[in-house]
Structures are given as structure tokens and as C-alpha cells.
Nanobody, 115 residues
Framework: VQLVESGGGLVQPGGSLRLSCAAS????????MSWYRQAPGKERDSVAR????????NYTDSVKGRFTISRDNAKSTAYLQMNSLKPEDTAVYYC?????????WGQGTQVTVSS
């Protein structure tokens, strides 16, 4: 099982980034996919989640209207489009694949929002 995040980097406030999470080794289409983030000295928190069917999504309040989670089951890849980024969005972003009590994690990608 492998989840590989990419797309992180340094961006100015108000900018955009698109994170990708390429999955392998399990039946991607059967798993809900989530993005979490962890800022220095803070707990890892859920940012967004998309159900296995791809139709339903939910977001933490602080990113609603700015972030969009999506998935491409044919490519076994999940995405997080992040717009209007703020300094407080700075964190390591992790993708997670969830099915019942099973959860797989990626290694994380750093997102830094700074001028």
C-alpha cells in the first residue's frame, strides 16, 4: 500500500496550489479519501473528505469556499485544490485512505504560505 503526495511548496498569500495523492496497492475506489494537515506544535486535523463514490464531500470550516477535494478513481488519485491561501494554511498536508477502521497514510507534503 502506498500513498504519495505531491504539489506542495512555497506560495504567497492569496495564491493557489493543487495537491495530488497517488494511491496504489489497494482498491482505491472503495475507500473514502481525506486530506489532513499538521502545523508545527499542533495536532493533525482533518481538512476535507470525499466519499468513495465521489459524490459527497465535507470540509473543515476554515477552508470552506477556498479548498476543493476531488478524486479520479480511474487514476487512483485524489486531489486538493487550494485557493486564496492564507499564512495559517501553512502545514504538512497528508492524504489518507479510509475504509471502516482501516486507514492508510501518505508521507506528507509541506505547504508554506508566506510573502
Amino acid at each position: 500500500v502506498q500513498l504519495v503526495e505531491s504539489g506542495g511548496g512555497l506560495v504567497q498569500p492569496g495564491g493557489s496550489l493543487r495537491l495530488s495523492c497517488a494511491a496504489s496497492g489497494f482498491t482505491f475506489s472503495s475507500y473514502d479519501m481525506s486530506w489532513y494537515r499538521q502545523a508545527p506544535g499542533k495536532e493533525r486535523d482533518s481538512v476535507a473528505r470525499i466519499l468513495s463514490g465521489g459524490g459527497r464531500t465535507n470540509y473543515t470550516d476554515s477552508v470552506k469556499g477556498r479548498f476543493t477535494i476531488s478524486r479520479d478513481n480511474a487514476k487512483s488519485t485524489a486531489y486538493l485544490q487550494m485557493n486564496s491561501l492564507k499564512p495559517e494554511d501553512t502545514a504538512v498536508y497528508y492524504c489518507a485512505a479510509i475504509w471502516g477502521t482501516n486507514i492508510y497514510w501518505g508521507q506528507g507534503t509541506q505547504v508554506t504560505v508566506s510573502s
